[in-house]
């Protein structure tokens, strides 16, 4: 515990990474008491740009950021000298906590903090490597993860879904475990969601007012299985003629799916809108939202679809379970079934009165158990070792 009258120093240690990792990190910082908890993010910068703008925004605001080059492959040499560094680095600072986020930055994190003496280290895995790897692989991430959660005073679990796999494949035990669900502010999103807000975006996308948009904000990678998505698009197009498909984000398997959307027919259906720093304002032009996703830990953007008023349809996984009620938010499919994720975008689509009962009975869920001001109420009770 920080003395009576000191703000509590916590290191956040984070592997550069996109998505919903990111945003978690950048809510603490942008939510937490500055008067009571002193913030120092510790994060890897990739060549590509990664958390650079983020590590500046930061820095602008007055929050100290440390660079600490890492690998989110294996790499022993590179995690040594990484491993090294923040070693050096939570010796010379004495944090009260370290707070390691992720899969690399949670093993090096972890490591270094103990080696260095640190007296209270939680760990967020945000998704396990096990859960989505595959193979030999996968009993090894296990094996390790079994290894390393003793090192942690606390594990947090962004969603009971991922604290029951916690304990399923013992990778913790239930003294040690918190549950501190990811949060949005439902209010923020439902005013960037007014009619108003809806014509103009859909003015700026070229809808036309008949057009029924069908929408996916993700990173366009294999985790996302936005194959699926284009697939289903295709049975759904055929049904619908008003359905237009719009896939915004960025990533390496943008090509290949655009020369999916081509063979299956559905290229004049589909647009990819590309990296949009905007994203938050583009479902006001959405009828529904879809998440094909393969894996996940609690997907950021379902809430914010939800507090949006949209009707969600989502992979039957951990995460997108918790956030919809299926058949009464949204509807959970079977991601390879996809005439039934087909043909439950339709009937959203033709039904405009469920659509909207659906939309409002999301936005109160996320109004009620999934706010940005609890998430942070916790984290702080966290840091002040109440939980």
Request: net charge positive; hydrophobic share 45%.
């Amino acid at each position: 515990m920080a003395e009576a009258g000191r703000r509590i120093r916590v290191a956040c240690v984070l592997e550069a990474t996109e998505g919903g990792t990111r945003r978690h990190l950048l809510d603490l910082f942008d939510g937490l008491d500055p008067e009571r908890f002193e913030l120092t993010a510790v994060v890897s910068i990739r060549p590509d740009g990664g958390f650079a703008a983020d590590a500046e925004g930061l820095r602008s605001r007055g929050i100290r950021v440390e660079i600490v080059p890492m690998r989110r492959r294996p790499a022993p040499l590179a995690d040594a000298v990484a491993l090294f560094r923040l070693w050096r680095l939570f010796r010379r600072e004495r944090f009260d906590i370290v707070h390691a986020h992720g899969s690399k930055g949670g093993l090096l994190g972890r490591l270094a903090a103990r080696l260095a003496g640190v007296r209270r280290v939680y760990h967020t895995p945000h998704v396990y490597p096990f859960q989505w790897s595959a193979g030999p692989a996968r009993g090894v991430f296990l094996a390790v993860e079994r290894c390393l959660w003793r090192l942690s005073d606390r594990v947090i679990a962004v969603g009971p879904g991922q604290a029951g796999a916690a304990l399923r494949f013992r990778v913790a035990r239930k003294e040690r475990l918190v549950t501190i669900p990811n949060g949005v502010d439902a209010a923020r999103f439902a005013r960037l969601a007014t009619p108003e807000a809806r014509a103009s975006v859909r003015g700026e996308l070229a809808l036309a007012d008949s057009d029924l948009a069908v929408g996916m904000v993700a990173r366009l990678s294999p985790q996302k299985g936005c194959g699926h998505f284009l697939r289903a698009a295709r049975l759904a197009a055929a049904q619908e003629p008003r359905a237009r498909f719009l896939l915004i984000g960025s990533g390496p398997l943008e090509h290949h799916l655009r020369m999916t959307a081509e063979d299956l027919g559905i290229a004049d259906r589909v647009r990819f809108l590309g990296h949009r720093p905007d994203a938050e304002r583009l479902y006001a032009a959405l009828d529904i939202f879809v998440l094909s996703s393969l894996w996940e830990g609690l997907p950021y953007v379902v809430l914010e679809a939800q507090a949006s008023g949209l009707p969600v349809i989502a992979s039957r996984i951990p995460g997108c379970e918790e956030l919809i009620t299926d058949g009464q938010t949204g509807f959970l499919v079977n991601l390879q079934d996809e005439a039934q994720i087909a043909a439950r975008m339709v009937h959203l689509l033709q039904d405009p009165e469920r659509r909207a009962r659906m939309g409002l009975a999301a936005r109160a869920r996320v109004e009620k158990d999934f706010r940005l001001d609890r998430f942070l109420q916790l984290h702080a009770s966290l840091y002040a070792g109440e939980l």
